[in-house]
């Protein structure tokens, strides 16, 4: 497992009380509750996963802004 980087997170008592009841509910110590939601945050702003033949068809097909509109004559 790669080493963890520690770091002092100063953080509203009443936010911390809401992370700690959830942290208990979902049986994580609030640590490891805070680092699933950043996971799952990051997840979510990078997007769904490419995979390689998306990727291939992208680089082969690119997509342009028209894509899907049929072109008027």
């Known amino acids: 497992m790669a080493a963890r ?3 002092l997170l100063r953080i ?3 936010l911390w009380a ?3 009841a959830w942290a208990q509910d979902e049986l994580r ?3 490891g509750q805070i680092e699933y939601l950043l996971k799952q945050a990051v997840a979510k702003r990078k997007g769904p996963p490419k995979t390689a033949a998306a990727e291939a068809a992208k680089s ?3 997509t342009s802004a028209g894509e ?3 072109p008027t004559h």
């Open 5 to 7: 980087k520690p770091f």
């Open 18 to 20: 809401e992370l700690e």
């Open 29 to 31: 110590s609030v640590n």
């Open 60 to 62: 082969i097909h690119p």
């Open 12 to 14: 509203d008592p009443a």
């Open 68 to 70: 899907g509109v049929e």
